[in-house]
């Protein structure tokens, strides 16, 4: 009987805890400040902020390299009948994709290996990975898996909210966001990423409080405000805001099931300081 394994990488921010549970394999990114490298996985976010902040200049980042993902696929491979999944960061935002994709290659056809590209980042991958390993640990097979992640993939809506552009911007990923940068004081950009992977501006609002409220309008359009949904909230440096936020989200929908969870560093290293975001999707039957 084969055994289906799930694969990805760390910019899923995935609690350790749940990482555990499912046997998650978890490849990492890299965060360079200056000289010193920091593993992704390990970065806490406490830490990593506040470095942030101090920083003179700005971190950057680097993916995994094809041989990293070609050890962790060597290793699964390695009981008989295994079958694995490994979904990831949007490839508009990274080349850690296409590492997977290029260390699939090197095995040629000893494994069975099934790269797939989220489209998104933070926990739009993560609850990807979250819903597969369940789905997996369920006994569920390598279509069902696949149909799952790509129907919850194109069901979620994500909407999030920066303190400021630059950080994107100076990151190169601000996308098709790019006709906002620059926008009068206390304009706050309502973001999303669209079905390419690439972030783009939804809206613009002028003041936090007032575009937290846009937010409930774009849910409410794209929800059915009498049927139950799943909700997380990824938050970087602010729970109190993201908390807000979720509250309100809660006064408007029948929320099933609510978590909050911390945006890593590498997504951090891009998305600054003061990122909140939501992701919202339907209840899954498995629930």
């Known amino acids: 009987?084969?055994?289906?394994?799930?694969?990805?990488?760390?910019?899923?921010?995935?609690?350790?805890?749940?990482?555990?549970?499912?046997?998650?394999?978890?490849?990492?990114?890299?965060?360079?400040?200056?000289?010193?490298?920091?593993?992704?996985?390990?970065?806490e976010p406490d830490v990593f902020y506040d470095k942030l902040v101090k920083a003179s200049k700005l971190p950057t980042t680097s993916q995994p390299s094809p041989m990293d993902f070609l050890e962790v696929y060597k290793k699964l491979n390695e009981t008989p009948g295994t079958q694995i999944i490994s979904i990831h960061?949007?490839?508009?935002?990274?080349?850690?994709?296409?590492?997977a994709v290029l260390a699939k290659s090197m095995l040629e056809e000893e494994a069975d290996i099934t790269i797939i590209d989220s489209k998104s980042a933070s926990y739009g991958l993560g609850m990807l990975v979250e819903e597969a390993a369940k789905a997996a640990e369920s006994g569920k097979s390598k279509e069902e898996i696949i149909d799952l992640v790509q129907n919850l993939r194109s069901s979620t809506k994500l909407y999030f909210l920066v303190d400021t552009l630059e950080y994107l911007h100076k990151g190169g990923r601000i996308g098709k966001a790019s006709a906002v940068f620059g926008s009068l004081l206390n304009i706050k950009p309502i973001l999303s990423i669209d079905d390419d992977g690439e972030v783009y501006a939804v809206d613009r609002i002028r003041g936090q409080k007032r575009a937290m409220h846009r937010i409930i309008e774009l849910l409410k359009k794209d929800f059915a405000m009498d049927k139950p949904v799943v909700v997380h909230m990824a938050y970087?440096?602010?729970?109190?805001?993201?908390?807000?936020?979720?509250?309100?989200?809660?006064?408007?929908?029948?929320?099933?099931?609510?978590?909050?969870?911390?945006?890593?560093?590498?997504?951090?290293?891009?998305?600054?300081?003061g990122v909140i975001a939501v992701f919202m999707s339907?209840?899954?039957?498995?629930?």
Do not use: C
């Open 282 to 287: 339907p209840l899954m039957e498995s629930e």
């Open 89 to 99: 960061l949007s490839a508009a935002f990274s080349g850690t994709y296409q590492s």
């Open 236 to 273: 970087a440096d602010n729970k109190e805001t993201a908390e807000e936020l979720g509250n309100m989200v809660r006064e408007q929908f029948i929320v099933h099931r609510y978590v909050y969870t911390r945006i890593g560093s590498v997504i951090g290293t891009h998305a600054g300081t």
């Open 1 to 43: 009987m084969s055994k289906i394994r799930i694969v990805t990488d760390s910019t899923a921010d995935l609690p350790e805890e749940l990482v555990k549970q499912y046997g998650i394999e978890v490849v990492s990114l890299k965060v360079h400040f200056g000289e010193e490298v920091y593993d992704d996985r390990w970065l």
